[in-house]
């Protein structure tokens, strides 16, 4: 059994690793390394109740401080790791400190992406982007948001809700096209403007400046919004410098980008593995390789390659799943949900009480829901067992 681990990343991916690994009886030194300040916090309820200021820091923690000591994990905070010195099998962090590895979990995580770079720019990926973000939230604000994915119509949502005027502008044709087929795109669409959100598609953003108190941005079609607050919510950029200076191998950027692993979370370099939005991961329930950006995956992602670091070989695979609470409604997505799939759905669309399947050859490879979280768990397992929807929910008729 190796004596000293090293995870950097203080995440849910690199938190849930260490757990996982004292849960599976490992005795050595756990080094858990964290670049933000504070403890470890969950980050879906960033872009909600944090925004809104119906939670704050302390509310949000994965863990409380107490269980690192109890766990004897050792914690590093706002000391990011500058290098990974493969042959010396030593991590250098910012503040000088080397620490030794045994082996050695990369969790980094991602940033938000932001092709732009005017000042007045917002984006909003952690807690310290809160403050300057919620300080232009007020009542009668003009706010326009570039990126109508998760995280963009999240904010969209919470600025309506605060009482603030949203524009939300998408280059696709749709809101949430990474996750919705287009049936229930345009139910979405149709939410946000019946809420209150302005909301503009097919639209190219060609630059964003400041001008003056505002921020100006302008589409490739000559159109122009102005706003006191700008929020840029176009995806994340994985953190894989770290590991591309050490020598270990990445997935291209048309492939996904981030750190290849096989199944165990073993990247190319022994004894050095990755989890989490950073790693770049086969999955045998669905196909192909995945760079999964969502909170259960890397939560599940982290605790597989934990076990598997403390001494266990099971290989990870699971059904990906998230949720996004948009105005008053809770969306739950199972499975890698596809335009060309066979939509089949139960219940109604137009008064939110549904779950969609998503069929491939009749066999349930995704579901979408709203007001149904049983029926998302039972197509979970619908999905990891390959099972086609007429045998396990036989239609009418």
């Given at each position: ?22 849960a599976?009886?490992h ?14 916090y ?63 979990l ?64 998408e ?23 019946s ?111 934990g076990?598997?670091m ?32 066979e ?13 969609a ?13 709203i ?27």
């Amino acid at each position: 059994m190796t004596d000293r681990t090293v995870i950097l990343g203080a995440g849910i991916a690199g938190v849930s690793a260490a757990a996982a690994m004292r849960a599976a009886g490992h005795t050595g030194q756990i080094h858990l390394v964290g670049d933000e300040p504070g403890l470890p916090y969950r980050r879906p309820p960033v872009s909600k109740e944090i925004i809104r200021g119906e939670k704050t820091a302390d509310d949000i923690r994965i863990k409380k401080a107490e269980w690192f000591g109890q766990k004897d994990i050792t914690l590093h905070t706002g000391t990011p790791a500058d290098a990974i010195d493969t042959d010396r099998r030593i991590v250098r962090l910012a503040d000088g400190e080397e620490l030794g590895f045994d082996q050695l979990l990369i969790a980094t995580g991602g940033r938000a992406r932001n092709p732009w770079h005017a000042p007045g720019i917002r984006t909003l990926r952690g807690l310290a982007d809160v403050a300057p973000l919620q300080a232009g939230l007020v009542p009668g604000a003009s706010v326009v948001i570039v990126g109508a994915g998760l995280i963009g119509s999240e904010i969209a949502a919470s600025a309506t809700d605060m009482g603030c005027r949203v524009t939300l502008l998408e280059a696709a044709d749709l809101p949430l096209p990474r996750l919705l087929p287009p049936e229930l795109g345009e139910m979405y669409a149709d939410l946000h403007r019946s809420r209150g959100t302005e909301l503009h598609t097919g639209v190219t953003v060609e630059s964003i400046d400041d001008a003056g108190d505002t921020t100006s941005v302008r589409a490739v079609d000559g159109r122009t919004w102005t706003a006191q607050v700008v929020v840029v919510a176009v995806g994340m950029q994985p953190n894989t410098e770290i590991a591309a200076a050490a020598g270990i191998e990445l997935a291209r950027p048309e492939d996904g980008g981030g750190i290849l692993v096989d199944a165990h979370g073993r990247t190319s370099v022994d004894g050095i593995f990755a989890a989490g939005d950073v790693a770049n991961q086969p999955n045998p329930v669905l196909g192909g390789r995945h760079r999964v950006e969502h909170w259960q995956g890397a939560q599940n992602h982290g605790t597989a390659v934990g076990k598997v670091m403390a001494g266990g070989s099971e290989p990870f695979a699971e059904a990906p799943w998230c949720w996004s609470d948009q105005y008053d409604l809770n969306l739950q997505v199972a499975g890698w949900p596809q335009g060309s799939h066979e939509l089949v759905v139960d219940g109604s669309i137009a008064q939110h009480d549904f779950i969609a399947y998503l069929l491939d050859d009749g066999i349930v490879h995704g579901a979408v829901s709203i007001g149904r979280p049983r029926d998302v768990r039972t197509a979970r397992g619908w999905i990891l067992d390959g099972a086609r929807l007429a045998d396990v929910l036989p239609r009418e008729g």
